[in-house]
């Protein structure tokens, strides 16, 4: 109790000296308060208010970390649904949705349940939450999703009939390693790395030293989505770093919407300006993309995920010469009179968890089952 009143008489003591500080700084500038008048609109008068904050605030962002600070001094720990850890920005992804939950792993299960010659593996990649707890404070973990244990519960009802990839114990042994962005959920280029590791071995390969890459660090002022939805920006900027296999010929991202584009490059660099920095892996998520290698072995993969796999395939392309990823929430499924799982060596499913308790587009992995079901039939 006398901690919340102390954050509550340090709160105030903040606002009247930002207000303060904005009545001299709008002075100083010669401007005044704009005063409201009966030929007003409330909605009219309100954004004058705001354009006038805006102009005359000073040091804005300083104020906004100094107020966090003050509410994490007093014992707050999550804000807007992040929390702040040293020098890291984590989001909590909040409890599943029962119902979508269960129809993703019901539609995945009898995927790959479906009688076919294809096998089939699955990867559930836990969220940075999970694996980076020293981070978080020591009460968060007794109200979270238990993502360990989602993970295993969901292997276990695949147990024989699919390759299960446990990339959990493989982040969290590594968890003090740069595995995932600072400002942003996705993973960097060495956690990616990690995953593929265990991913690979679990398909039946060997995985790559990382001297068979060549690393480039091609930003070292990346700010991610995570650090736009925080009130806090107190935190230092993320390095991009890109994995090219060194022994690899020329590969080609194609990228099929309502009209074909190819990338001769696995990182169209040009696009960070045009599309946002992360669109530099394979050009984004367009929902269908196939990356050609041009190895001499012809060993094909599809892939079924959400846009967090997406550092993985450049990764996968030392390994496959065809690599087709397809991502429900963007597809056309217009595709669908034309994919023949049986067309491919192997397939991955490979979803966040966060998309597996919130999204229902893992489930439209039903739509390829019934088409299969009528390939096999014919």
């Known amino acids: 109790m006398v901690s919340k009143r102390l954050s509550a008489l340090l709160m105030l003591a903040l606002i009247i000296g930002t207000l303060l500080a904005i009545i001299a700084n709008s002075w100083l500038r010669g401007s005044a308060f704009p005063k409201y008048n009966r030929f007003y609109y409330m909605k009219e008068y309100m954004g004058e208010i705001e354009a ?18 003050l509410q994490m001094w007093a014992g ?16 909590d992804i909040g409890q599943p949705d029962e119902a979508v939950l269960g129809r993703n792993l019901q539609e995945i299960q009898s995927f790959v349940e479906m009688s076919s010659s294809t096998p089939v593996s699955v990867l ?11 981070e978080l404070p020591e009460n968060a973990e007794l109200f979270a999703f238990n993502q360990k244990n989602f993970i295993e519960q969901a292997y276990s009802a695949l147990q024989g009939k699919a390759t299960t990839v446990d990339a959990y114990s493989t982040l969290l042994a590594n968890s003090d390693k740069y595995l ?21 071995q679990r398909m039946g ?5 990382q001297d068979s890459f060549t690393q480039q660090h091609i930003r070292h002022d990346f700010y991610g989505e995570t650090y ?16 090219r296999p060194t022994n690899q010929s020329a590969c080609s991202v194609t990228h099929y919407t309502d009209y074909r584009y190819t990338y001769n490059t696995l990182y169209p660099e040009h696009l960070m300006e045009l599309s946002g920095e992360l669109s530099v892996l394979l050009g984004g998520d367009t929902g269908d993309i196939t990356i050609s290698s041009g190895l001499k072995r012809q060993r094909s993969l599809l892939v079924f995920g959400d846009s967090s796999i997406l550092p993985l395939l450049p990764l996968l392309s030392a390994h496959y010469s065809t690599i087709r990823f397809l991502d429900f929430e963007h ?11 049986e067309d491919y060596d192997q397939v991955l499913i490979a979803y966040s968890v966060d998309s597996m308790i919130h999204d229902p587009y893992p489930a439209q992995i039903r739509q390829v089952r019934q088409q299969q079901k009528r390939f096999l039939e014919e």
């Not at 597809?331 to 799982?341: A, S």
């Open 52 to 69: 006038f904050l805006q102009e005359n605030f000073p040091f804005g962002e300083q104020l906004s970390n100094a107020a966090v600070k």
């Open 76 to 91: 707050e720990s999550e804000f807007e649904g992040i929390f702040i850890g040293d020098d890291t920005l984590i989001e």
């Open 124 to 134: 559930y990649l836990p969220t940075k939450y999970a694996i980076q707890q020293q």
């Open 180 to 200: 995932y962005y600072r400002t942003d959920p996705n993973l960097t280029g060495l956690g990616a790395y990690y995953v593929y590791t265990v991913l690979v």
């Open 205 to 209: 390969l060997n995985p790559l030293g």
């Open 228 to 243: 736009e939805k925080s009130p806090y920006k107190n935190v230092t900027p993320d390095i991009i770093t890109l994995y």
């Open 331 to 341: 597809w056309n499924n217009n595709i669908l009179d034309e994919l023949n799982v």
